[in-house]
């Protein structure tokens, strides 16, 4: 692994960049992530409740911390990023305790040129999550737009189309096959077309703390000059952390995050921003001893003297505790 970020054209097709080191999530990163974002998330903050979940003495790291810590770690590809544009077919093959080791490989895909020249490019990425023995932990796809020193160096491909969206029923394999409903959570009804506003909003901060945390190396969240007008971006992982605990304070049965369909970064988001979260439940099916919903969730920055910025569509898989009527 080297210090210097590449740029688009050094990022080949199918040839593995070297990771960056792996992180053990223990309970300091954890009490970090948790002072970042407030996620209310019962089994990542209940050690009692955890173990009733999923029968292990160690407490469930929680997703959207995992998650942030591999984006962190796919930096090796992406420092001198320009923007992150969005995330997709993100699966959870494993849901992770406090204890637990993450390593990340990143494999490029395709480069595309974007409609400005040939100064930029578009660049999907393929992000391999596993712990430290190998197992499995994550999957999922990036693009990114990063800068092109050399044009004529850059393998131009064809970027693949979105995929096409999987029922609902799909993720039921996510589900840990061992874990129950904690007799103490209660089930809340909830029903496809539910839509709410939270009623607090949320303003960014520690964002270089957060940067740090997860070992990120893009410029552009560390470094103003990097940035856009003379500003700091917010790593999207953040904002992301912000809208699942949203989503926790109104899912109080809320077990875990199984996927994310899709993540769709729309604007940049700025340290203190405040941000407003709208819900909407897509759909919810009953599997064994749970329910699995689809929820969208679209969060808007609000700064003094401008309009509300449209900055995040996230569409998430949530395992929620049993049948509520």
């Known amino acids: 692994m080297t210090a210097t970020p590449p740029y688009a054209e050094d990022l080949v097709p199918g040839v593995a960049l070297d990771p960056a080191p792996e992180i053990t999530i223990d309970e300091g990163v954890a009490a970090h992530y948790l002072a970042v974002s407030g996620d209310q998330l ?58 637990e080791t993450l390593r990340t490989v990143v494999t490029p ?97 520690s964002a270089r703390e957060l940067v740090r945390l997860t070992q990120n190396r893009a410029a552009a969240h560390r470094d103003a000059r990097a940035g856009i007008e003379g500003k700091r971006l917010v790593f999207g992982g953040h904002t992301v952390a912000l809208a699942q605990a949203s989503l926790s304070r109104f899912t109080s049965d809320l077990l875990t995050v199984l996927a994310w369909r899709s993540c769709d970064h729309l604007s940049p988001v700025f340290e203190e921003d405040l941000l407003t979260f709208d819900l909407t439940v ?31 569509r996230w569409n998430p898989v949530l395992l929620l505790s049993g049948d509520a009527s």
């Not at 999550?129 to 020193?149: D, F, I, K, M, N």
Request: net charge negative; aromatic share 4%; proline share 8%.
């Open 282 to 312: 897509d759909a919810v099916e009953s599997h064994d001893r749970f329910r699995i919903a689809d929820v969208t969730v679209r969060v808007t920055a609000l700064r003094p003297g401008n309009d509300p910025v449209a900055v995040l």
């Open 109 to 205: 895909i395709a480069a595309a040129w974007t409609r400005s020249g040939t100064e930029r490019a578009k660049v999907l990425l393929d992000m391999a999550v596993t712990t430290s023995h190998g197992e499995p932990v994550a999957h999922y796809q990036r693009l990114a737009l990063l800068p092109v020193a050399e044009p004529e160096r850059l393998v131009v491909g064809t970027l693949p189309e979105a995929a096409t969206a999987l029922p609902l029923s799909h993720y039921r394999s996510l589900v840990p096959p061992t874990w129950t409903t904690p007799a103490g959570v209660v089930s809340h009804p909830l029903s496809e077309g539910d839509s709410w506003a939270d009623p607090l909003a949320d303003t960014v901060s």
């Open 42 to 99: 019962g089994p990542a903050l209940s050690s009692p409740l955890s173990r009733e979940l999923t029968g292990r003495a160690e407490r469930l790291a929680n997703p959207c911390l995992v998650i942030a810590l591999s984006i962190g770690q796919s930096t090796v590809a992406t420092g001198r990023v320009i923007a992150n544009l969005r995330y997709d077919n993100l699966t959870l093959e494993r849901q992770l305790h406090l204890g």
